[in-house]
């Protein structure tokens, strides 16, 4: 798992401070690093990030359609040709290794220490509702420090 100082680190660079540190931790736990599928708990903590990256995938679609609507570039279909652009996600990938996400992460056993980018793009998008989250839903903040 990530050190303090790489969470120093990372808030630095994204230019927002956690309030809820549990929250940046829990943005890079992979699904089934953590818990099990018993007690109602374990299976919260089985899952990981992925709630999380739910979440940001959600939020960096919208930001994605409203810059192309204020651009005036939304036109028929842009909302799926977003999404589509969007769910191949190389540049979060790439986002998420150059915050050293790849580094840093606390991973599924079965991995072996050898995960998949889409693990790091998760963990991107798992950021963005980290900070949507801890920021009490601030789009300004959230887009200030991941978009």
């Not at 890079?28 to 099990?36: I, K, N, Q």
């Not at 190389?90 to 840093?104: H, W």
Request: glycine letters at 8%; a positive charge; aromatic letters at 12%.
């Amino acid at each position: 798992m990530a050190s303090s100082a790489y969470f120093q680190w990372l808030e630095a660079v994204i230019g927002y401070r956690f309030e809820e540190s549990s929250l940046l931790e829990k943005a890079l736990t992979a699904p089934g690093a953590e818990g099990d599928k018993g007690t109602a708990e374990d299976r919260a903590r089985y899952q990981g990030n992925r709630l999380l990256a739910r979440l940001g995938k959600r939020l960096l679609l919208y930001l994605d359609v409203k810059r192309a609507f204020w651009e005036g570039t939304l036109g028929q279909g842009s909302t799926t040709n977003a999404w589509k652009s969007e769910a191949n996600g190389n540049n979060y990938i790439a986002r998420a290794v150059a915050l050293k996400m790849d580094r840093n992460m606390k991973l599924n056993p079965r991995q072996r220490g050898i995960a998949e980018p889409r693990t790091f793009k998760e963990a991107f998008y798992a950021l963005v509702g980290a900070v949507w989250q801890d920021s009490g839903d601030d789009f300004t903040l959230m887009k200030a420090a991941t978009y």
